[in-house]
């Protein structure tokens, strides 16, 4: 399988992807491609919806982050995705859809962007953008307090599963726009931040070389 994906520093939906595919197990390649490059618009044509991320398993596209969880979830094992009870099940489900349809005020309010930080945003954040995280949090408190900490370990639902995996970007978005979260939001969110996927991910989108201006927000610093 191959993964296509854009800038590791911005691309939101490409992380999204790429998780998808580290939690299935099986084996894939990726490749980055750099947005707004003659090689970007050229591999967009090629994929059906004009966005990354796309898996290309046996020379078909599988596009939408969403759908490529669904498909990585059929092929490498339901349980290792979603959570086995299936009322932790019901809620893991609607949380990633609501994740992935919604939050509109957080996303163009806050672009993801791991090259910088923004310290002074949160204290004149839209309520836009608050209400989004608000709500968020109430979304992970919820999981945490009905199935996660039943569990041993600190993710939404106990191991980590397809719903840690929608709300990756918005982890990093807290973290880099100094966004206010409760007691236990604030945990999940650094033991997302610790898990050596995500560590993965940060460092690999340090390192890139192809910064793009349209997803820095005023009073950024560069890390
Ligand atoms: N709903 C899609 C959204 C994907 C998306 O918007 N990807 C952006 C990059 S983060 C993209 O490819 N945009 C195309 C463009 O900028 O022309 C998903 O879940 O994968």
Redesign the pocket.
């Known amino acids: 399988m191959k993964l296509l994906i ?1 800038n590791r520093a911005y ?4 992380l999204r992807g790429w998780l998808a595919a580290k939690l299935s197990m099986l084996p894939f390649t990726c490749v980055v491609v750099p ?1 707004d490059t003659p090689e970007w618009t050229a591999r ?1 044509s090629e994929i059906p919806s ?4 796309v898996l290309w398993d046996g020379g078909e596209p599988v596009w ?3 759908a490529i969880l669904m498909w990585l979830a059929d092929k490498g094992g339901h349980d290792r995705f979603w959570p086995r009870d299936l009322h932790a099940r019901r809620l893991a489900y609607a949380i990633s859809a609501e994740m ?1 349809a919604g939050f509109q005020a957080l996303r163009s309010g806050c672009p993801m962007n791991l090259k910088m930080r923004f310290p002074a945003f949160a204290a004149t954040a839209p309520a836009a953008v608050m209400a989004d995280v608000a709500r968020i949090d109430a979304l992970w408190c919820e999981a945490r307090g009905r199935f996660g900490e039943q569990l041993d370990e600190p993710y939404l639902f106990g191991h980590f599963s397809g719903a840690d995996i929608m709300y990756a970007p918005v982890v990093f978005r807290v973290a880099h726009y100094g966004l206010p979260l409760s007691d236990v939001a604030r945990a999940y969110a650094d033991s997302m931040l610790a898990h050596p996927w995500m560590q993965e991910w940060a460092a690999a989108a340090r390192a890139e070389d192809y910064p793009l201006d349209r997803y820095h927000v005023e009073g950024g610093m560069p890390l």
Request: proline letters at 7%; glycine letters at 6%; aromatic letters at 6%.
């Open positions: 854009a691309s939101s939906w490409s947005m967009l004009g966005k990354v991320p939408d982050s969403m992935h």
